[in-house]
């Protein structure tokens, strides 16, 4: 299993001396609906979800808030003290903070942003960007069709470009952000070349299995600024305790270096398995810890 959610949230469970454990959990999608249904009478705070379940759960849960309505997809559930389950995207905010802890200085208005990609990270990210201002993003997809869908839902900034312009269209750019998963372990590189980048562009993927994937060290050996994806997966689980038990852990760098130490560093070096079976990953706390709302 390639996610690092269970060292993390119970990182935190240790380090607030909660008894409780956060255990991933393989829920096939026909079940998604049941196995969300049994997460209030089972005790559970809430669960994150990843990928095929993020959009699907959007029907399920009782409540969803705007954003993650308006992206689409839900990557948190909170149980409530009544029982009832609300949906949030918590990756729309681990994106942003992320870049700012290593990039205190960055504006989403700085310049022309591309995304790869028009998946559910993407939208997050765009989202993200276009909240924080950005006037103009170039989103470039393998199917064009999928990123003028998404072009489509957050308006006039956001630019869907054809596969075989994605080189062309670093040109002048300030930001570049890889949201596919090309460059994780077990997946070949992202087929982009950098020639037309500006050497001081942002470059961030939000892979975080390497640390440091191809792209990552193509741009930091030609002089880009990076940000590596491991800090958004970071800020999007404290956000999610603040909504499951009121508290508010930070992002240190004693938790950054716990979880490091389980990640291989650069690409190819051997761990990491892609094809993990966790879809959804609850947080289980015993009878006794509150519940968020309580």
């Not at 393989?26 to 379940?53: D, K, M, Q, V, W």
């Not at 312009?165 to 930001?175: I, K, P, T």
């Not at 994780?184 to 994937?213: C, K, R």
């Amino acid at each position: 299993m390639h996610s690092r959610s269970p060292a993390l949230h119970n990182y935190f469970f240790t380090q607030y001396r909660l008894a409780g454990t956060y255990v991933p959990l393989a829920i096939p999608p026909e079940r998604l609906e049941p196995a969300l249904r049994a997460l209030a009478p089972l005790g559970f705070s809430g669960c994150n979800l990843t990928i095929p379940h993020k959009e699907r759960a959007l029907t399920i849960v009782d409540e969803v808030d705007d954003a993650a309505r308006r992206i689409g997809a839900i990557s948190c559930v909170v149980v409530r003290a009544d029982g009832s389950l609300g949906g949030t995207n918590n990756d729309i905010h681990g994106f942003t903070r992320n870049i700012l802890q290593h990039q205190p200085g960055w504006r989403a208005d700085a310049g022309p942003a591309v995304v790869i990609g028009a998946g559910g990270g993407a939208r997050a990210v765009v989202y993200s960007l276009v909240d924080r201002g950005a006037r103009e993003i170039r989103l470039v997809n393998r199917t064009r069709e999928r990123a003028a869908t998404l072009a489509r839902q957050f308006g006039s900034s956001v630019t869907p470009l054809d596969w075989n312009e994605r080189h062309r269209a670093l040109d002048g750019a300030a930001m570049l952000v890889n949201t596919t998963s090309q460059g994780m372990s077990g997946q070949p590189p992202l087929d982009l070349s950098l020639d037309a980048l500006p050497t001081n562009a942002l470059v961030v993927d939000i892979v975080y299995i390497p640390l440091e994937t191809p792209l990552l060290s193509t741009a930091r050996r030609r002089g880009n600024p990076t940000v590596d994806g491991l800090g958004m997966l970071l800020h999007q689980a404290c956000i999610a305790w603040r909504l499951w038990f009121g508290l508010d852990p930070e992002v240190t760098p004693a938790l950054r270096a716990a979880i490091e130490a389980t990640l291989p560093r650069y690409a190819g070096s051997g761990i990491g398995d892609p094809g993990s079976g966790k879809n959804l990953e609850p947080s289980n706390p015993e009878r006794g810890i509150p519940n968020p709302g309580q």
